[in-house]
């Protein structure tokens, strides 16, 4: 789907959110939390509700252990939902509420999906100490240089890569995210 939104029109103000905070939007994401670590055993200690006009339009929990799918977070399985059924990879004008702080995959996700807010229940410091999630360690893997992470990059064949690219960009039809 091609999105009509320029890359330069999304803009987020500092609107003070705290007015906006609905404490039963956060109960759900931390029942969701409780469902996924200790009552069906899918995952960790993670659950999500995307929020738009005062309404949840999408939920999510963890479903790691489940699904074998190292991706299959809350927040990210919140976000799938709410874009498909609002039919639009940005979900401007929605908040999330997450059980725990996002991990750097999901708040990569968050800024991708253009959502406008975060509210989040325990924090990452939390999930280290008495789940031993290890976003921490993650975190300081992507400040590091390429050369120094545990996973090594290596750039091959960027002339043909490019190549594709180059002709991505006159496309008068490509898609903008």
């Known amino acids: 789907m091609v999105s009509s939104i320029n890359k330069n029109e999304h803009k987020h103000s500092r609107k003070d959110f705290s007015k906006e905070y609905k404490e039963e939007f956060m ?23 995307i929020v738009k006009d005062g309404n949840i339009i999408a939920e999510g929990y963890n479903q790691v252990k489940k699904t074998n799918d190292p991706t299959w977070h809350a927040e990210m399985q919140a976000i799938r939902e709410a874009t498909k059924k609002l039919g639009t990879p940005h979900l401007e004008g929605c ?8 991990c750097p995959m999901c708040l990569a ?18 999930a280290k100490k008495y789940g031993d999630f290890q976003d921490v360690d993650i975190l300081k893997e992507i400040r590091k240089e390429n050369k120094d992470r545990r996973i090594q990059f290596e750039e091959k064949m960027r002339s043909e890569a490019v190549a594709v690219w180059k002709e991505f960009s006159q496309l008068p039809d490509r898609a903008h995210y």
């Open 27 to 49: 109960k759900r994401a931390i029942e969701l939390s409780r469902k996924a670590s200790i009552i069906d055993k899918t995952g960790g200690v993670f659950g999500a509700v």
């Open 95 to 102: 908040v999330l509420y997450t059980s725990a702080e996002c």
């Open 109 to 126: 996700a968050v800024y991708w999906a253009h959502l406008d807010h975060i509210f989040y229940g325990a924090t990452v410091d939390d």
